[in-house]
C-alpha cells in the first residue's frame, strides 16, 4: 500500500520538476495547559510528584515544526488558545525571537494561520 502511494508521489515530483527545497514535512503537536493529574510525567527526578492545579484547566498550545526536504527549518509557529497577545509572552520569556505566536480561539492549527505564517 505504501509502496504505490510513494511511486505515485515520486511520479508527480518528477512530472512537475518538484526539488527538495519546495517539499516540506509539517509536524504538530498539542499540548495541554495544565493537565498532567492522572498522566505519567517524565522528568529526571523520579520522586517528583505533579498535581494539576485544576482538573477543569483545557487550555491548549500548540507547536508547528516545518523542515524542508533540503534540511532548512523554519521557525517554530505556537498557536495559542485565546484573542489577545499579552505583552509578557514577548517581554518575559525565553523564547528566541524567531519563533511566531498566533491566536486562534480552538488553540489548534489550521491551514490559514499555517500558510499566512509564511
Not at 519546495?22 to 517528583?48: H, K, L, P, R, S
Not at 532548512?72 to 524567531?98: F, N, R
Amino acid at each position: 500500500i505504501y509502496r504505490k502511494h510513494f511511486d505515485a508521489l515520486k511520479a508527480v515530483i518528477n512530472k512537475h520538476g518538484i526539488n527538495r527545497a519546495n517539499m516540506y514535512n509539517i509536524d504538530e503537536t498539542v499540548f495541554w495547559i495544565g493537565i498532567g493529574g492522572a498522566q505519567c510525567i517524565v522528568t529526571i527526578d523520579c520522586d517528583w510528584q505533579q498535581n494539576s492545579g485544576s482538573d477543569t484547566n483545557h487550555n491548549y498550545i500548540t507547536s508547528i515544526e516545518v523542515i524542508s526536504g533540503d534540511s532548512k527549518a523554519l521557525p517554530l509557529l505556537l498557536i495559542a488558545q485565546g484573542s489577545v497577545h499579552l505583552q509578557k509572552w514577548y517581554t518575559h520569556t525565553s523564547l528566541p525571537d524567531s519563533y511566531s505566536i498566533a491566536l486562534l480561539a480552538s488553540g489548534y492549527a489550521n491551514n490559514t494561520i499555517v500558510v499566512e505564517r509564511e
